[in-house]
């Protein structure tokens, strides 16, 4: 059951009168399979849609900077870890980290969704199969940029946000700290005031927006709110500041995430032994999709740490991030950008179904063949599409 086609889909929501800019869910880009029988399967990227389908369609030139579309079209799509390591091998000299990794995630996602299908299984058995019973989603609660608010407006807009996301049934949250002007103390307040908006039985995450530029800093702030309790904190140091993060997770009791943005196992592997940290949170959307995230999280297990896999795009990386939790033990949550707590056109209406939270806060596991969910024939602006000629 071959592959016939590849095409890419950039999908752009309105932005009109929105004064957004921290939005990854206002664009995206498909990339869709199908098969000689007419099968589709879809994966997405969270990197500029026009870089990505340039590098999906760059001309062949040599054999370590090879066209991706030749080796995809007539492979096998339950081949998807072999296909990954021969893209990789054929990509060394524009891929290996960055957009190329990007772009093979997006890849990577489709194959397993095709390759569901066409087994009629869900994806995360071609991932091994299930490791838990049920899935433990984490609402994020961002109230978007800070622009003309006060501090006191800002955190009460968070705290009202956390409050509404815990009466939804969430069980676990994260705060979006990202207010630059806030002092160490008004940051230790904030988290004070989540801690007691949502309750001592959810768990609580902040994302600090990567505000400190010195370690101490934010171990003092990590120290001073240690009784609220956070499960994990996101973003303290520059992505790039490795040995600040390890002094940081040596420094505090809170459990040091990181990883965000990185591309491979190899870079999560620096994360670990050089930062020190406890949560990888690498994007299955940028890191090298399914494939990949299972290769971190197996690698994660020798240092004993989790896998929380970032993650706010469109509905089909939620689908891959249901799939990878179903199929993985040290990943005790994974990011939800809930399309009732942030007002994301995509995120709502590019794909369905949308998952069903129970009341205790958790998800049943996927049951539909592949990633599960399909585009809708939504009517989104600035829609282009091509298809890679095999
Ligand atoms: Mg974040």
């Known amino acids: 059951m071959k592959i016939a086609r590849l095409e890419t889909f950039t999908f752009e929501a309105s932005t009109e009168g929105s004064s957004e800019r921290l939005d990854p869910s206002s664009h995206t880009i498909v990339v869709r399979l199908t098969d000689v029988d007419g099968r589709t399967g879809i994966g997405e990227a969270d990197a500029p849609p026009d870089a990505v389908r340039a590098f999906l369609e760059m001309r062949h030139a040599h054999d370590l900077s090879q066209r991706l579309s030749d080796l995809l079209i007539g492979a096998d799509p339950l081949e998807a870890p072999a296909l990954w390591d021969r893209s990789y091998e054929a ?46 989603p984490y609402a994020t609660c961002y109230v978007g940029s800070a622009a003309d608010r006060t501090v006191t407006q800002h955190t009460d807009a968070l705290l009202d946000l956390l409050r509404r996301a815990v009466a939804l049934g969430f069980r676990a949250v994260k705060a979006e700290l990202l207010f630059p002007e806030m002092t160490s103390d008004q940051l230790i307040a904030a988290i004070r005031a989540a801690r007691e908006a949502v309750g001592p039985n959810i768990e609580l995450i902040a994302d600090f927006g990567y505000r400190f530029t010195d370690w101490r800093e934010a171990a003092y702030v990590l120290r001073a709110s240690e009784d609220c309790r956070l499960f994990f904190a996101e973003a303290t140091l520059s992505h790039d500041d490795l040995a600040g993060h390890a002094r940081l997770a040596d420094a505090v009791a809170v459990r040091i995430g990181g990883a965000e943005f990185a591309a491979t196992r190899w870079e999560c592997r620096e994360w670990l032994e050089r930062g020190k940290v406890d949560v990888l949170q690498p ?34 990386t939620v689908a891959a991030c249901r799939h990878f939790q179903a199929a993985t033990a040290n990943a005790p949550f994974f990011e939800f950008l809930s399309p009732l707590l942030w007002p994301s056109e995509l995120r709502r209406a590019l794909v369905t179904p949308e998952p069903t939270l129970a009341e205790d806060g958790t998800m049943a596991l996927p049951d539909a063949p592949g990633l599960g969910v399909a585009l809708t024939s939504g009517d989104f602006p600035e829609t282009s599409h091509a298809e890679t000629a095999p």
């Open 91 to 136: 990509t060394l000299y524009t891929g290996r980290r960055g957009l190329g990794i990007h772009a093979l995630s997006a890849v990577d996602m489709a194959l397993y969704d095709l390759a569901g299908k066409q087994y009629q299984v869900p994806a995360y058995r071609l991932l091994g199969g299930a490791r838990r019973a049920r899935l433990t």
């Open 283 to 316: 994007d299955i959307n940028r890191c090298g999709g399914l494939t990949e995230i299972r290769r971190i999280a197996e690698m994660a297990q020798w240092y004993g740490a989790l896998v929380v896999p970032h993650a706010w795009k469109t509905g089909i």
